[in-house]
């Protein structure tokens, strides 16, 4: 089984600067893919980014980038130019490819940007 | 259009009473998840189908029964509740194959009193 664990429960940043949340899993698996997912309070899950574990290039979506250190298995998210609408709960989510593609979550960020 | 929905969207009963929550998706998405979201937040995965098929079923109490009648849908039925089953219960669903994300649908917030 893989644990998740996100050591940040809260955070604050000031609009327009530029934060990173944490994540570390630990899995036996070499196949999987790694997601991060935003929870505003309207408490809808919405995917932000995605990593392949097989690819070495770090994924990127417009202010949203990944650093993903496979060895260290470690997997932090850094959110540049922080905008007020980015206050949410973060979630980083390992996918088994051999269990059903299920999500395990890691107990999640708080992030609150301040302006 | 929505692509995953549930409902209701709230739902209040009292203990030991029998409810369900539907969840219907309109993607083509031919796997389906049930997670369960306690007050501190936690998401946890619950149930798992696979056209209709039952794949995954994470320690979850026989009092809740997962139920595909078809590939678009899946309910979840809980029988006799508890106070500890208060919590947001989400939907998800997704095309087989790990290239694919699952979407969710917007959650169905229980409360037991």
């Known amino acids: 089984a893989q644990t998740v664990t996100q050591s940040q429960p809260e955070m604050s940043v000031q609009e327009a600067e530029t934060v990173t949340l944490s994540c570390t899993y630990d899995?036996?698996?070499?196949?999987?893919?790694l997601f991060w997912y935003k929870q505003p309070p309207s408490r809808q899950m919405i995917l932000v980014i995605r990593q392949e574990a097989y690819k070495q290039q770090n994924a990127t979506e417009n202010r949203f980038s990944v650093n993903f250190q496979k060895a260290a298995k470690s997997f932090s998210l850094k959110i540049s130019d922080s905008q007020l609408g980015d206050t949410a709960m973060y979630f980083c989510?390992?996918?088994?490819?051999?269990?059903?593609?299920?999500?395990?979550f890691g107990g999640g960020t708080r992030l609150m940007v301040k302006p | 259009d929505t692509a995953v929905s549930q409902t209701p969207k709230y739902l209040v009963t009292q203990m030991g009473n029998d409810k369900s929550i539907k969840c219907e998706q309109n993607l083509g998405h031919d796997t389906m998840y049930w997670y369960k979201q306690d007050s501190k937040k936690f998401l946890k995965i619950m149930f798992s189908?696979?056209?209709?098929?039952?794949?995954i079923n994470e320690t979850v109490p026989n009092r809740f029964s997962p139920k595909s009648p078809d590939k678009a849908h899946l309910n979840l039925h809980i029988n006799s509740l508890e106070l500890g089953d208060s919590a947001v219960y989400f939907c998800a669903s997704k095309l087989a194959g790990a290239s694919y994300e699952q979407y969710f649908g917007p959650g169905t917030r229980l409360t037991v009193t």
């Open positions: 189908y696979n056209n209709k098929e039952l794949i």
């Open positions: 899995t036996s698996e070499s196949n999987y893919y």
């Open positions: 989510a390992f996918m088994n490819l051999n269990a059903g593609n299920m999500l395990t």
